[in-house]
């Protein structure tokens, strides 16, 4: 489907939308829609076999057969890989670390080394970059004419520092979930403390409630008119209530 639009057409600020636009209309989108119920099919990244040709861009296309797409210009893989700086063109300057000098120059070997320092080979690319830097505004006041070479040198330091950056990034991920969980584990403990505080304090609550006492009557005593005889019978409602409730929270 992308295969069949002109790439100059996908390239741009504001690129003109695909052409298979134009096969979604609301007849069209009506005719999936019972396909998928007759199919019983619901999840709509699901595909749908033996479509009509005027349907076939109204479901999700299939994966590319080698693993390649493009959009809008820019191309794009299955496989999450960070490619090579020999792989785009550019070149990669030589390790300095020591523990890298006996390893080969390549990017995609340095990757794999066990030894490779992130922070310390991009202190020093920066350190070559200042450097570079100050040789080129001393080229400039010299003799402009000869910049380009040290222009193209700082530019292959730009492009293996952002190479570095990016080799860092799974480690960068890793620690953002580690501390994403943390953060989460904290959080759920605190709650967790403030829950049994409250239970805690509901405890001693109902215990002072449960060991107040009500005097009881006395056999000879003058009858109790009904007020009072009906605030007894409430407090001891209340009471009774609330052991029943001290005996659910023990």
């Not at 009072?228 to 001891?236: G, I, M, S, V």
């Amino acid at each position: 489907m992308a295969d069949e639009e002109d790439p100059q057409s996908l390239v741009g600020t504001f690129p003109e939308p695909p052409s298979f636009y134009k096969d979604f209309t609301p007849a069209n989108v009506s005719r999936i829609e019972e396909l998928r119920k007759a199919a019983g099919i619901e999840d709509l990244a699901s595909r749908l076999p033996d479509v009509p040709e005027d349907l076939i861009n109204l479901q999700p296309p299939a994966e590319p057969e080698n693993g390649k797409w493009r959009v809008f210009g820019d191309h794009y893989t299955l496989e999450d890989k960070l490619p090579t700086l020999e792989e785009v063109g550019a070149v990669s300057l030589p390790p300095t670390h020591p523990s890298r000098l006996q390893a080969s120059p390549s990017s995609s070997q340095v990757a794999q080394n066990n030894h490779y320092d992130h922070a310390l080979e991009l202190k020093r690319l920066t350190k070559s970059l200042l450097l570079n830097f100050l040789e080129l505004l001393t080229t400039l006041s010299q003799n402009p004419g000869h910049a380009s070479a040290k222009i193209s040198d700082i530019n292959t330091l730009l492009i293996n520092i952002h190479h570095a950056l990016n080799e860092y990034r799974p480690h960068q991920a890793r620690e953002s979930a580690a501390e994403l969980m943390q953060d989460h584990l904290d959080t759920i403990r605190r709650e967790t403390t403030s829950v049994r505080e409250g239970v805690d304090r509901a405890r001693r609550v109902l215990e002072g409630l449960g060991s107040l006492t009500f005097a009881e009557r006395e056999a000879s005593q003058a009858p109790v008119d009904e007020e009072a005889e009906k605030k007894l019978r409430k407090q001891q409602d209340g009471l009774t209530l609330w052991n029943c409730a001290d005996a659910l929270l023990a």
